[in-house]
T-cell receptor
């Protein structure tokens, strides 16, 4: 158990809908990262937050947005969903977000299926 | 942008034998970090081993070790005395030592352990 929690574990929805994925980082970690893993693909970095502020942005679609709240949990919002958005969405956390010894610890993921 | 390449989509090994998974990366940076993550059928991402680019000594964690060749931009993972529980997808990842903490992942190698 990495200490990172994600809810829900599974989500089934229809095209055009909007969903929210939630992540709670490890206790004490200030940075949260979101990744997308499509079928048989590696992980694609979406976005990073550090202590409530956006730190880095990857290949995140405009239909997707995220935020990190004062209690450091983060939410990833996916809107106008398309079939191709079906994937496993991982959240990871690390202590600071930069630094030489940082390792990211991953949550169990949320499996999204868009029908 | 940095790229990480895993040229072996699938590998197999006999139980108790040794297997080596390959990873190459492309970067213009001199300081960075390399990781191997394991993703078992549960889909959880588990850190296996990490290597700092400034260290010449190869990292070792119990049965797992790496062969880091900085000039060749190669970072292979050796699993000794393979066990059934080692069966999983293995992802190689790169992270810059600079600002931000984005990981770049390879597409993974699926390892089968044969009893």
């Amino acid at each position: 158990d990495s200490g990172v929690t994600q809810t829900p574990k599974h989500l089934i929805t229809a095209t055009g809908q909007r969903v929210t994925l939630r992540c709670s980082p490890r206790s004490g970690d200030l940075s949260v990262y979101w990744y997308q893993q499509s079928l048989d693909q590696g992980l694609q970095f979406l976005i990073q937050y550090y202590n409530g502020e956006e730190r880095a942005k990857g290949n995140i679609l405009e239909r997707f947005s995220a935020q990190q709240f004062p209690d450091l949990h983060s939410e990833l919002n996916l809107s106008s969903l398309e079939l191709g958005d079906s994937a496993l969405y991982f959240c990871a956390s690390s202590a600071v977000g930069t630094g030489t010894q940082e390792t990211q610890y991953f949550g169990p993921g949320t499996r999204l299926l868009v029908l | 942008a940095q790229t990480v390449t895993q040229s072996q989509p699938e590998m197999s090994v006999q139980e108790a034998e040794t297997v080596t998974l390959s990873c190459t990366y492309d970067t213009s940076e001199s300081d960075y970090y390399l990781f191997w993550y394991k993703q078992p059928p549960s889909r959880q991402m588990i850190l296996v081993i990490r290597q700092e680019a400034y260290k010449q000594q190869n990292a070792t964690e119990n049965r797992f070790s790496v062969n880091f060749q900085k000039a060749a931009k190669s970072f292979s993972l050796k699993i000794s005395d393979s066990q059934l529980g080692d069966a999983a997808m293995y992802f190689c990842a790169y992270r810059s030592a600079g600002t931000g903490n984005q990981f770049y992942f390879g597409t993974g190698t699926s390892l089968t352990v044969i009893p």
